[in-house]
């Protein structure tokens, strides 16, 4: 449906470099990055904001790069969402259908109709300084919808929504997806991106590292950057040493990890997930479990729990509960196993040391 | 906290002296005038030509070059290029400038053998000694008040407004018109108002286009030439008295925008 091609644009400092995605149609396409990693510019060159320096914009097959904002059917939703502040809630959702010099009676289905789908039929006499985060949002929303676009590309859609209303606008866009709606979606959210993406490109410095499911990008981060946006903290930078019995690598400060058996590469970053390391004062039993010792450096409360530092020389992140701490009650200082099964380290990437951009 | 009160009184009398000197002479011209003196001088049909004409003159100049200025306001506010600071400063240059100065250069150009009172003068229109001339006089000093008032404004209209209409559709011209212009209205409006007031007080540059017909300030200056200041003053309370009426009507009108500026299609739906 919508396809880029090695798309490029210099903007003062920065630079958008190669950027080529896919989306398809109905797809919900979550574009993933820190700020100014270019997610914004991008959007704009999609939606014709911007022309690029290079590369090319396909919408279902018509080349699209140099076509007009207003006659490309890509609807885009700003992260301030950008209301007319000198309008009504009523008069900014018919605005575009003005601007299509629909008849009144339209006009006025259509304001009825995307109200509802956004419940903001209360709304359409008050002006927009008046409204919520949450309400502001929908009305955006509606008065992009109106237009029917091909695609709508959404900037950071929950930044200006309070926590306890993100639930909400999360079920409103996957219900707009899931009624054939193909979204793109800019956030520097990882948790949004898995709730929500059935695609998730991310995009770093201008250039996007990694691409696939947000499965995929969450079981095999490419490099540092992305495992650590997928909150990964265990990370070890090895060698491997495989023999016909048996695997292991050895990191930097000479952390020894059994892994399971297999073909790996020279040398690469293992990952580990905080949430597969155990911590115990005696070490786990089990065959080839890693048992490896040593001190807690810090213990810090976490949503559901504690996030507990040690000092291996290499460091490990555990999680535990509430339940794991009082019945354990580990202290700052404190000797302990670090302990994990060979199968829950990965490989970042291929093993090959990708450049982090 | 002592001297905190002490730097308070310090700054308290200092403002108080200013403003002190700002109406001290105003005050002192109402007192030195007899009421009957006032409503005599109000009765003259020459002082109220001229004030009657000043107003609309100085009304018609604005309203004239306010279809260019608010443009270049908009262009000015929106656009970078280059020289964009040289462009900046010939907009001001008017401010700076002797205003008799800046006369005697507008009448090279408009008189007949300058090149707009050249071509003018071909389609049969004379630009010195009357209303024409006059007007070109008073754009001239005033127009920088207009512009970088509407400047502003519109620099105050968040781009992305602009950016979300495009992306809805808009033509840029219906942008400038439904979402810039009604968003910046109350800086234009203001903007309208310090050119209008500041040319019809204008002098210098006037007297030398047209001593006749005669604006208000020009009556002013007239009679106290011929008459002295107690034949000047009355002329120039009415004047003063006329002048505030308009500028405060304006002011309310222009917070009242919705009566002004009602949108295209308001009543229809």
Do not use: A, D, S
């Given at each position: 449906m919508l396809r880029t091609e090695k798309l490029s644009k210099r903007i003062d400092a920065f630079s958008l470099r190669d950027i080529s995605i896919e989306v398809g149609k109905g797809d919900y396409y979550v574009l993933l990055g820190r700020s100014g990693a270019g997610k914004t510019q991008l959007l704009e060159l999609i939606c014709g904001l911007m022309n690029p320096d290079r590369g090319r914009i396909y919408l279902e097959g018509e080349d699209i790069t140099y076509k007009r904002v207003q006659d490309r059917g890509i609807g885009m939703v700003f992260q301030d969402l950008s209301l007319f502040p000198h309008y009504s809630v009523k008069d900014n959702i018919m605005y575009p259908l003005r601007v299509r010099k629909m008849d009144l009676k339209e006009r006025v289905d259509r304001v009825q109709r995307a109200a509802a789908g956004m419940n903001i039929t209360d709304l359409l006499l008050r002006r927009p300084d008046t409204l919520s985060g949450g309400e502001k949002q929908r009305v955006a929303l509606a008065r992009t919808l109106v237009t029917d676009p091909k695609i709508l590309l959404l900037d950071e859609p929950m930044a200006s929504v309070d926590a306890s209303l993100k639930d909400n606008i999360r079920r409103l866009l996957r219900r707009l997806n899931r009624n054939g709606q193909t979204i793109i979606h800019v956030t520097h959210d990882f948790g949004e991106a898995i709730s929500l993406a059935s695609r998730v490109g991310v995009i770093h410095n201008g250039r996007i590292i990694q691409e696939g499911t947000p499965l995929d990008v969450f079981n095999h981060p490419v490099n540092r950057f992305v495992a650590r946006y997928a909150g990964i903290k265990n990370f070890f930078r090895v060698t491997f040493i495989t023999s016909y019995k048996s695997a292991s690598a050895i990191s930097e400060k000479r952390t020894r990890f059994r892994l399971p058996r297999g073909e790996y590469p020279s040398s690469g970053l293992l990952i580990i997930g905080s949430s597969e390391v155990l911590l115990s004062r005696q070490g786990a039993s089990g065959f080839g479990i890693n048992n490896i010792r040593g001190v807690i450096d810090d213990i810090v409360p976490s949503p559901t729990g504690f996030e507990i530092t040690v000092n291996a020389g290499d460091y490990f992140y555990a999680d535990i509960t509430h339940r794991e701490m009082e019945e354990s009650r580990f202290v700052t200082g404190e000797k302990v196993y670090v302990s994990f099964r060979p199968e829950s380290l990965r490989i970042v990437g291929n093993g090959e040391d990708i450049k982090e951009y | 906290m002592k001297g905190h009160t002490l730097f308070n009184w310090i700054f308290t009398i200092l403002a108080s002296l200013v403003l002190l000197f700002i109406i001290a002479p105003l005050a002192g011209m109402f007192f030195d005038s007899s009421f009957s003196e006032v409503r005599t001088t109000a009765a003259d049909p020459a002082v109220r030509r001229s004030v009657w004409f000043t107003l609309a003159i100085a009304f018609a100049s604005t309203l004239f070059f306010a279809v260019g200025a608010v443009p270049l306001a908009w262009i000015m506010a929106r656009k970078k290029f280059p020289l964009k600071r040289v462009v900046q400063g010939i907009i001001d240059l008017p401010v700076v400038l002797p205003h008799t100065a800046a006369g005697i250069a507008l009448l090279g150009f408009i008189s007949r053998e300058g090149a707009l009172g050249g071509a003018a003068q071909k389609a049969g229109?004379?630009?010195?000694?009357?209303g024409a001339g006059i007007a070109l006089a008073m754009a001239f000093v005033s127009l920088p008040f207009l512009i970088n008032a509407a400047r502003d404004g519109f620099a105050a209209v968040p781009e992305r407004t602009e950016k979300a209409a495009l992306t809805l559709g808009a033509s840029q011209t219906r942008i400038f018109f439904t979402v810039s212009l009604p968003q910046a209205w109350r800086s234009v409006v203001s903007g309208f108002i310090m050119m209008f007031a500041r040319g019809m007080s204008e002098f210098g540059a006037v007297v030398i286009i047209a001593y006749h017909p005669m604006i208000a300030p020009v009556l002013i200056y007239d009679r106290f030439n011929t008459y002295g200041i107690s034949a000047a003053r009355p002329a120039s309370i009415i004047f003063i008295l006329v002048a505030l009426l308009f500028f405060v009507l304006f002011r309310v009108l222009a917070t009242e925008r919705r009566v002004l500026f009602k949108r295209e299609d308001d009543a229809s739906d």
């Open positions: - | 229109i004379l630009l010195v000694n009357n």
